[in-house]
């Protein structure tokens, strides 16, 4: 089981946007493996890190308060504030964290990394929306958008099939152009993404025609999603590298969709639960009955006991919206309303007027008699 984000960083979970980006500071400086020599130093650095990348970020942030670590599990999908549908660490990773606190692009002492190479793919965010019943069962759903996508022509190259390619003059066939820097941290050596061959250190002599070397064209996407049962309102699911495609074969953005349900006129839904009223006579509240109650899964039974009052909540265990990530349910909750509205004929009439007397009540106080009948 992977350590609480908030643990990592020393902070509680309600800490500021500047408590986060503060603590991270002061722990990347402490640990970067440049600086540290302990042996566990890359992996305390590492984890901070990732931590870092979930908590800046407000969206994240907000499906792992909700979820933990099952909001970014399974290498698929990820929900939320969005969703526990898994989804992992998205972007370039810890280092590039690292960069943009401390100059980008290298390490401390005149060390260097490789940059990123040619750019990756932007997230793609589309607006769903869904039927109460829909967001009840779950469905698998066909999502089209424009975006682009891998050139089919030349696989994501960039280049024409059997073209040779020959060392970038720029870069020198490294795939980047370095530099140096002062920091308070000392000097360090910058390298960035060389322009000519975008960071892959060769020119093709027959770029792609169809898509202009870029190894991608634009077009209508088609992605099927599966949405799952118990999906909320406002809801966002990130289906990961199913955004746009990278140039030349560069990692894929993700899919982020925006989750609308649509209100029920029969259904409530308060977390898990639904809630539905139920009117009843004031008779059956007194003597006690028994229901049909309509719920999301099809009907079930309930018994109401005797002296039943007006607003009195019933629970119907396991009859509520599925729980995202579980097999179990939520509740269906039965709302009592007590109807006093009938129409009493003289004989009736008489024998309430009787049992009013008989509990010591008056005729004029209507009020007292059917709160103390109806409880």
Same mark, same amino acid.
């Given at each position: 089981?992977?350590?609480?984000?908030?643990?990592?960083?020393g902070l509680?979970?309600?800490?500021?946007?500047?408590?986060i980006?503060r603590?991270?500071?002061?722990?990347?400086?402490?640990?970067h493996?440049?600086?540290?020599?302990?042996?566990?130093?890359?992996?305390?650095?590492?984890?901070?890190?990732?931590?870092?990348?979930?908590?800046s970020?407000?969206?994240?942030?907000?499906?792992?308060?909700?979820?933990?670590?099952?909001?970014?599990?399974g290498?698929?999908s990820?929900?939320?504030g969005?969703?526990?549908?898994?989804?992992?660490?998205?972007?370039?990773?810890?280092?590039?964290i690292?960069?943009?606190?401390f100059?980008?692009?290298?390490?401390?002492?005149?060390?260097?990394?490789?940059?990123?190479?040619?750019?990756v793919?932007?997230?793609?965010?589309?607006?769903?929306?869904?039927?109460?019943?829909?967001?009840?069962?779950?469905? +698998?759903?066909?999502?089209?958008?424009s975006?682009?996508?891998? %050139? #089919?022509? *030349? $696989? =994501?190259? !960039?280049?024409?099939?059997?073209?040779k390619?020959?060392s970038?003059?720029?870069?020198?066939?490294?795939?980047?152009?370095?530099?140096?820097?002062? +920091?308070?941290?000392?000097i360090?050596?910058t390298?960035?993404? %060389? #322009?000519? *061959? $975008? =960071?892959? !250190?060769k020119?093709?002599?027959?770029?792609?025609?169809?898509c202009?070397?870029?190894g991608?064209?634009?077009?209508?996407r088609?992605?099927?999603?599966?949405?799952?049962?118990?999906?909320?309102?406002?809801?966002?699911?990130?289906?990961?590298?199913?955004?746009?495609?990278?140039?030349?074969?560069?990692?894929?953005?993700?899919?982020?969709?925006?989750?609308?349900?649509?209100?029920?006129?029969?259904?409530?839904?308060?977390?898990?639960?639904?809630?539905?009223?139920?009117?009843?006579h004031?008779?059956?509240?007194?003597?006690?009955?028994e229901?049909?109650?309509?719920?999301?899964?099809?009907?079930?039974?309930?018994k109401?006991?005797?002296?039943?009052?007006?607003?009195?909540?019933?629970?119907?265990?396991?009859?509520?919206?599925?729980?995202?990530?579980s097999?179990?349910?939520?509740?269906?909750?039965?709302?009592?309303?007590?109807?006093?509205?009938?129409?009493?004929?003289?004989?009736?009439?008489?024998?309430?007027?009787?049992?009013a007397?008989?509990?010591?009540?008056?005729?004029s106080?209507?009020?007292g008699?059917?709160?103390?009948?109806?409880?």
């Amino acid at each position: 089981m992977k350590k609480d984000c908030y643990e990592l960083l020393g902070l509680q979970k309600g800490a500021t946007e500047q408590d986060i980006k503060r603590s991270y500071r002061k722990l990347a400086a402490k640990y970067h493996p440049d600086v540290n020599k302990d042996a566990d130093a890359e992996d305390k650095f590492k984890e901070i890190s990732e931590a870092y990348e979930i908590l800046s970020d407000p969206q994240k942030r907000t499906q792992y308060d909700q979820f933990g670590h099952d909001a970014f599990s399974g290498g698929q999908s990820g929900y939320g504030g969005g969703s526990p549908f898994g989804g992992g660490f998205q972007g370039g990773g810890y280092e590039d964290i690292f960069d943009s606190f401390f100059g980008g692009g290298g390490g401390f002492g005149g060390q260097s990394r490789r940059p990123s190479g040619p750019k990756v793919g932007r997230d793609v965010e589309v607006q769903i929306k869904l039927s109460f019943r829909e967001s009840v069962e779950g469905l +698998t759903k066909t999502i089209k958008f424009s975006a682009n996508e891998e %050139c #089919s022509f *030349c $696989e =994501g190259r !960039g280049e024409a099939k059997n073209s040779k390619s020959k060392s970038c003059g720029t870069c020198h066939g490294s795939g980047q152009v370095t530099g140096r820097q002062q +920091t308070p941290f000392g000097i360090i050596q910058t390298q960035m993404v %060389c #322009s000519k *061959c $975008e =960071g892959v !250190g060769k020119i093709p002599e027959n770029p792609c025609r169809k898509c202009d070397g870029k190894g991608r064209k634009m077009g209508e996407r088609k992605v099927e999603v599966k949405i799952p049962a118990g999906v909320f309102d406002g809801a966002l699911l990130r289906i990961a590298r199913k955004g746009e495609a990278g140039e030349k074969n560069a990692q894929a953005g993700d899919l982020l969709l925006h989750i609308s349900v649509s209100s029920s006129h029969k259904f409530r839904r308060e977390g898990d639960d639904i809630h539905t009223d139920l009117s009843i006579h004031a008779f059956q509240a007194i003597l006690g009955t028994e229901a049909e109650i309509e719920t999301v899964h099809g009907i079930s039974k309930i018994k109401i006991p005797a002296h039943t009052a007006h607003g009195k909540a019933l629970r119907i265990r396991g009859q509520g919206m599925p729980k995202i990530g579980s097999d179990s349910n939520g509740d269906h909750i039965v709302n009592i309303l007590v109807d006093v509205s009938v129409e009493l004929s003289d004989e009736n009439r008489d024998t309430l007027e009787e049992l009013a007397k008989n509990m010591n009540l008056s005729h004029s106080n209507k009020e007292g008699f059917f709160e103390k009948i109806f409880g």
